[in-house]
T-cell receptor, first 114, second 116 residues
Framework: AQTVTQSQPEMSVQEAETVTLSCTYD???????LFWYKQPPSRQMILVIR??????QNATENRFSVNFQKAAKSFSLKISDSQLGDAAMYFC???????????FGQGTRLTINP | GAVVSQHPSWVICKSGTSVKIECRSL??????MFWYRQFPKQSLMLMATSNEGSKATYEQGVEKDKFLINHASLTLSTLTVTSAHPEDSSFYICSPYGGATNEKLFFGSGTQLSVL
């Protein structure tokens, strides 16, 4: 069974600064995907970034990038130039290839200080 | 990203009544539908998984007779909370999956159910 752990219940960062959210996971599968989702106050789940486990290169999406350490089973999210709109709950998730469910971490609440 | 429509956004009902929540995938065929439940300040908890035309598979501890799932077409799935009670009050989110989504999972906007 897969597990995903986010050890930081809350994080805060000054606007325009950089923040890193931590995530570790455990799975015995070789083909899997890792995700970061954002849930703002509207509660709409928004896909931030995705990483295929077979790819060594870290995924990036504009100001968002990941540090994927496969051997350590670590998948952290770095947000550069933080903006007020980045304030949200962030969930790390893992999915086995195919029609398999997402397993979520507990979430990290990110606050942006102006 | 894919377009997912979930209705209603919120519903208030009396204890003992049934509530139906609809989830539509508007631009792809959803062969699988995941239904989640989220309590305040907590993560999403998977309730059940359904494949189009088949019976849903429920997670441990989820009452299949209380949470009826219908997935009769590739674009529509419904979750019916039967004989709702205050403890069923929660935020329910659907997540359709199909091969065209390229291993990405998208979510409906959620339904806040409040049972009085």
């Amino acid at each position: 069974a897969q597990t995903v752990t986010q050890s930081q219940p809350e994080m805060s960062v000054q606007e325009a600064e950089t923040v890193t959210l931590s995530c570790t996971y455990d799975t015995s599968e070789s083909d899997y995907y890792l995700f970061w989702y954002k849930q703002p106050p509207s509660r709409q789940m928004i896909l931030v970034i995705r990483q295929e486990a077979y790819k060594q290169q870290n995924a990036t999406e504009n100001r968002f990038s990941v540090n994927f350490q496969k051997a350590a089973k670590s998948f952290s999210l770095k947000i550069s130039d933080s903006q007020l709109g980045d304030a949200a709950m962030y969930f790390c998730a893992c999915k086995i290839q195919g029609a398999q469910k997402l397993v979520f971490g507990q979430g990290t609440r990110l606050t942006i200080n102006p | 990203g894919a377009v997912v429509s979930q209705h209603p956004s919120w519903v208030i009902c009396k204890s003992g009544t049934s509530v139906k929540i609809e989830c539509r995938s508007l631009d792809f065929q959803a062969t699988t539908m995941f239904w989640y439940r989220q309590f305040p300040k907590q993560s999403l908890m998977l309730m059940a998984t359904s494949n189009e035309g088949s019976k849903a598979t429920y997670e441990q501890g989820v009452e299949k007779d209380k949470f009826l799932i219908n997935h009769a077409s590739l674009t529509l799935s419904t979750l019916t909370v039967t004989s709702a009670h205050p403890e069923d009050s929660s935020f329910y989110i659907c997540s359709p999956y199909g091969g065209a989504t390229n291993e990405k999972l998208f979510f409906g906007s959620g339904t806040q159910l409040s049972v009085l």
